[in-house]
T-cell receptor, first 112, second 112 residues
Framework: GQQLNQSPQSMFIQEGEDVSMNCTSSSIFNTWLWYKQDPGEGPVLLIA?????ELTSNGRLTAQFGITRKDSFLNISASIPSDVGIYFCAGQSGGSNYKLTFGKGTLLTVNP | SQTIHQWPATLVQPVGSPLSLECTVEGTSNPNLYWYRQAAGRGLQLLFYSVGIGQISSEVPQNLSASRPQDRQFILSSKKLLLSDSGFYLCAAALASYNEQFFGPGTRLTVL
């Protein structure tokens, strides 16, 4: 089946630093989604990308849909303590009843 | 906007006991519905999805079953729980024409 390689697996940063994480796949995706999960809660959708090359921002978050349609990245600028959590990428390849393939997540820790 | 409810929030059950987890959706009609399990290793495993009332697709062979008795109700069940059924269960919904899935708050199941 399809797989998404998400990296890094974990990050430890200082408050105020910028963060970058990415997902790659050997398959082409039509949609890339980025979620954040706080401990003990369900994932929350941060950004949705639908076109190759698309660059979308949501506050301090910026995500891009790779030109090859096989990758995506998420950047967080000027991190704050509440950015702590697990970030997941997810892709959808079309014609699959809208099932998503999820990456394994990036655990972000922000030191105040 | 849609809201997804899950209950109970937490559950502790003995091995061999039955299980029923419920998910209901507000604010949308005819959604695609999904059940995921998230183990301690963080990844999201798709268990079941449904594109309509009474239509259930199973992704992995397991000790669980799902049912969709109403358009916005999705139930996860088991006749006899196993220790390996412990985990964090997430219900998600998506509009039939979109790929964006929205998650409920989750149910933490511990089987002892």
């Amino acid at each position: 089946g399809q797989q998404l390689n998400q990296s890094p697996q974990s990050m430890f940063i200082q408050e105020g630093e910028d963060v970058s994480m990415n997902c790659t796949s050997s398959s082409i995706f039509n949609t890339w989604l980025w979620y954040k999960q706080d401990p003990g809660e369900g994932p929350v959708l941060l950004i949705a990308l639908y076109k190759a090359g698309e660059l979308t921002s949501n506050g301090r978050l910026t995500a891009q849909f790779g030109i090859t349609r096989k990758d995506s990245f998420l950047n967080i600028s000027a991190s704050i303590p509440s950015d702590v959590g697990i970030y997941f990428c997810a892709g959808q390849s079309g014609g699959s009843n809208y099932k998503l393939t999820f990456g394994k997540g990036t655990l972000l820790t922000v030191n105040p | 906007s849609q809201t997804i409810h899950q209950w109970p929030a937490t559950l502790v059950q003995p091995v061999g006991s039955p299980l029923s987890l419920e998910c209901t959706v507000e604010g949308t009609s005819n959604p695609n519905l999904y059940w995921y399990r998230q183990a301690a290793g963080r990844g999201l495993q798709l268990l079941f999805y449904s594109v309509g009332i009474g239509q259930i697709s199973s992704e992995v062979p397991q000790n669980l079953s799902a049912s969709r008795p109403q358009d916005r109700q999705f139930i996860l069940s088991s006749k006899k729980l196993l220790l390996s059924d412990s985990g964090f269960y997430l219900c998600a919904a998506a509009l039939a024409s979109y790929n964006e899935q929205f998650f409920g708050p989750g149910t933490r199941l511990t089987v002892l």
